[in-house]
């Protein structure tokens, strides 16, 4: 545990033994994914069509996205681990009432980064996903979609998603250090909602109003959140 106490070094090595452990728990839960490929991979393909497939295009390549696909939720499964060590090694250093808005910052981010995710997959993904399979440039051009390319929109999409999602967060953040005021965000409600109106038109290019609000009004309520965490 980090203390004010301790030298430079002492400190040194206590984060270098936070590291390892969080290294070495990244490894453990890459390699418990690894091992339960077909559960993660039946879950992650579950947005394709009945009448879809998908087509490796490398011969390394299924080999590969499995090694990527593992790292990554090796990583989830073992970011609580990592997030406690790290809290362990700062919390000595930190006021009672820094403590106490430390936990609550940890906890809002990974349930909102959560949140985003699974509007992703539940619904941004999938509509994504089927809009682009079926539009064509040539009734002659066929789509034939690569395994790597669909994993590779969703891990994008996904993290997307999480990061916008935590806009409460980086408003409490900036509004902490008085950089951002109430009132700035109020005056610019408008310009924020047709930039959240684009951006949800890019990633869910269905040209379905509807879709489109789908998306659009959930991202925009939480910038109304932000606005009255500010007021608090």
Same mark, same amino acid.
């Given at each position: 545990?980090?203390?004010?106490?301790?030298?430079?070094? &002492?400190?040194?090595?206590?984060?270098?033994?936070?590291?390892?452990?969080?290294?070495?728990?990244?490894?453990?839960?890459? !390699?418990?994914? *690894?091992?339960?490929? #077909?559960?993660?991979?039946?879950?992650?393909?579950?947005?394709?069509?009945? #009448?879809?497939? $998908?087509?490796?295009? #490398?011969?390394?390549?299924?080999?590969?996205? @499995?090694?990527?696909?593992?790292?990554?939720?090796? *990583?989830?499964?073992? =970011?609580?681990? !990592?997030?406690?060590? =790290?809290?362990?090694?700062?919390?000595?250093?930190?006021?009672?009432?820094?403590?106490? @808005?430390?936990?609550?910052?940890?906890?809002?981010?990974? =349930?909102?980064?959560?949140?985003?995710?699974? $509007?992703?997959?539940?619904?941004? *993904?999938?509509?994504?996903?089927?809009?682009?399979?079926?539009?064509?440039?040539?009734?002659? /051009? &066929?789509?034939?979609?690569?395994?790597?390319?669909?994993?590779?929109?969703?891990? /994008?999409?996904?993290?997307?998603?999480?990061?916008? *999602?935590?806009?409460?967060?980086?408003?409490?953040?900036?509004?902490?250090?008085?950089?951002?005021?109430?009132?700035?965000?109020?005056?610019?409600?408008? @310009? /924020?909602?047709?930039?959240?109106?684009?951006?949800?038109?890019?990633?869910?290019?269905?040209? #379905?109003?509807?879709?489109?609000?789908?998306?659009?009004?959930? /991202?925009?309520?939480?910038?109304?959140?932000?606005?009255?965490?500010?007021?608090?």
């Amino acid at each position: 545990m980090a203390n004010k106490e301790l030298s430079f070094w &002492e400190h040194l090595d206590e984060l270098r033994s936070v590291l390892i452990k969080s290294i070495c728990a990244w490894v453990v839960a890459f !390699i418990a994914a *690894f091992c339960l490929k #077909d559960w993660i991979f039946a879950w992650l393909l579950k947005q394709l069509g009945n #009448d879809q497939t $998908l087509v490796n295009l #490398d011969i390394t390549g299924q080999f590969v996205t @499995h090694i990527q696909v593992s790292l990554c939720i090796g *990583f989830v499964i073992a =970011l609580p681990l !990592i997030i406690y060590w =790290l809290y362990g090694f700062v919390a000595p250093a930190l006021y009672a009432s820094e403590k106490r @808005h430390t936990v609550i910052f940890l906890i809002c981010s990974i =349930l909102l980064f959560a949140a985003g995710v699974a $509007l992703n997959y539940f619904l941004i *993904f999938p509509l994504s996903f089927r809009f682009l399979t079926l539009y064509e440039v040539s009734p002659i /051009v &066929e789509n034939h979609i690569s395994l790597g390319s669909y994993i590779s929109l969703l891990l /994008v999409l996904s993290i997307i998603m999480g990061l916008l *999602f935590e806009v409460p967060v980086l408003t409490w953040i900036l509004s902490s250090l008085g950089i951002l005021r109430r009132e700035y965000m109020q005056k610019y409600r408008r @310009h /924020v909602f047709v930039g959240i109106l684009i951006l949800a038109a890019v990633i869910t290019p269905t040209g #379905d109003p509807f879709t489109l609000l789908l998306v659009t009004m959930p /991202v925009y309520l939480l910038y109304e959140l932000s606005i009255w965490i500010i007021k608090m």
